[in-house]
C-alpha cells in the first residue's frame, strides 16, 4: 500500500528574505532532523510564482506570498525531494512539475503535471538538469537584470561546519561549498559531465548568487564558491 502524502504542517520558519525583486527565500527545517532546508520563490515575468522546494509556512507568510503573485508551479527536484509537495501543491493551487530523468519515480509518488520542459518559457529564468546526476536533479537560472542567480537542490550544499551536529558533519555536510560525499556516492552518474556543467556555471556573465536547498547563500563571490565546490569533487 502506497504511503499517505504527509499533511500540511507548518514547522518554525525565517521570515521571507527577498533576495531580488523576483526572488525570494523561506529557510526551515527538515522535518525530523537538523538539517536546514530552503524553499525558493521566484516571479515570473506574467506576475506567476514558481516555487523550487516546498515549505509549508504559517497564514502570514502566506498572505504575503499570495499579495506577491499567483502560485502557478512547484519544481521537484527529484523524487527524493518532495516530502511537503501534495499538500502544498493542494494547499496553493499549484501544479508540479520536475526533471524527465526522474519523471517514472516522480508520477509514483506525486501528482505530476508535467516535466520542467512542459513549463511556459519566461525570458528570466530557465529550468536545467545537472548534468551527470543520476536523477536529472533540477536546477533554476534566474536573471534579476543584468545579476544571475543560480538555485540548487543538492548538487551543490555550502552547510558551514560550525553549528552543525556532529552526525552531519561526520557525513561530510559540513565545510563550506562543496559536492558533498552522499551526493556522489548516490546521485552522481557521470563526474565528467557533473565537471563540465560546473565549470560552464562558473563562467555564467553576471553570476551573482547561489541560493542551494541546504546551507548558506553566497552573493560576494559565487563564482569562487562553485570553485571551491568543484574541488571537492
Known amino acids: 500500500m502506497a504511503k499517505a502524502p504527509r499533511p500540511w504542517i507548518v514547522t518554525p520558519h525565517t521570515p ?13 527545517n527538515v522535518p525530523g532532523t537538523p ?7 521566484l516571479k515570473r515575468t506574467d506576475g506567476t510564482l ?5 515549505v509549508p509556512v504559517d497564514d502570514a507568510t502566506l498572505e504575503q506570498i499570495r499579495a506577491w503573485g499567483k502560485s502557478a508551479y512547484l519544481i521537484v527536484p527529484h523524487d527524493q525531494h518532495g516530502m511537503d509537495a501534495t499538500p502544498f501543491a493542494e494547499k496553493l493551487g499549484v501544479k508540479i512539475y520536475g526533471p524527465k530523468a526522474n519523471e517514472e519515480k516522480l508520477r509514483q509518488k506525486f501528482n505530476l503535471a508535467g516535466t520542467l520542459e512542459d513549463i511556459p518559457p519566461d525570458p528570466t529564468m ?10 536529472g536533479e533540477a536546477m533554476v537560472i534566474v536573471r534579476s537584470g543584468d545579476r544571475v542567480t543560480l538555485v540548487f537542490a543538492d548538487a551543490y550544499m555550502a552547510n558551514p561546519s560550525k553549528g ?3 552526525p552531519l558533519r561526520l557525513a561530510g555536510f559540513g565545510g563550506g561549498p562543496r559536492i558533498t560525499p552522499i551526493f556522489k ?11 563540465a556543467h560546473f565549470e560552464k556555471l562558473v563562467e555564467t ?5 547561489l541560493v542551494p536547498c541546504h546551507g548558506l547563500i553566497e552573493s560576494n563571490d559565487a563564482a569562487g564558491a562553485l ?3 568543484l574541488a571537492t569533487l
Not at 538539517?35 to 520563490?41: G, Q
Not at 530557465?126 to 536523477?135: D, L, R, Y
Not at 556573465?205 to 548568487?209: A, E, Y
Open 227 to 229: 570553485k571551491q565546490a
Open 164 to 166: 552543525l551536529p556532529l
Open 35 to 41: 538539517m536546514r532546508r530552503r524553499m525558493t520563490i
Open 16 to 28: 521571507i528574505q527577498k533576495l531580488e525583486d523576483n526572488i525570494w527565500t523561506v529557510d526551515s
Open 50 to 54: 514558481v516555487f523550487f522546494q516546498a
Open 126 to 135: 530557465t529550468f536545467e538538469s545537472v548534468a551527470g546526476s543520476k536523477h
Open 205 to 209: 556573465p553576471g553570476l551573482k548568487h
Open 185 to 195: 556516492l548516490f546521485y552522481m552518474k557521470d563526474k565528467k559531465a557533473l565537471r
